[in-house]
Nanobody, 123 residues
């Protein structure tokens, strides 16, 4: 089981980026797929999750700007990030929960993790 995040880069404030997470090894259609981030000098924090039954949860700091989606046929999860701010600068990780788990913003509830992709937003 592997998760591979990609799509990070250096952008200006106000720009958009779409992160992708490719899941391999088995189908993840019955799992919650989450995004977390870790900014320099800070702890890992929850960004968004899309549950196995299509519910979405967002951190207050990204609500209205970010959108999480998935393509189960391709085993892909996406994080569309709009109106990026310098404070969004971080390494972004995708993560997968156990099967049919409740939606959660706690990283403890995610079993598999990708390696992270760096997003840098300049002011």
């Amino acid at each position: 089981v592997q998760l591979q995040a990609s799509g990070g880069g250096l952008v200006q404030a106000g720009s958009a980026l779409r992160l992708s997470c490719a899941a391999s090894g088995r189908s993840f259609s019955s799992n919650n797929m989450g995004w977390f981030r870790r900014a320099p000098g800070k702890e890992r924090e929850f960004v968004a999750t899309l549950t196995w039954n299509d519910r979405t949860y967002y951190a207050e700091s990204v609500k209205g700007r970010f959108a999480v989606s998935r393509d189960n046929a391709k085993n892909m999860v996406y994080l569309q990030m709009n109106s990026l701010k310098p404070e969004d600068t971080a390494v972004y990780f995708c993560a997968c929960s156990g099967v049919q788990a409740p939606g959660s913003s706690s990283w403890h509830d995610y079993v598999y993790w990708g390696q992270g992709t760096l997003v840098t937003v300049s002011s």
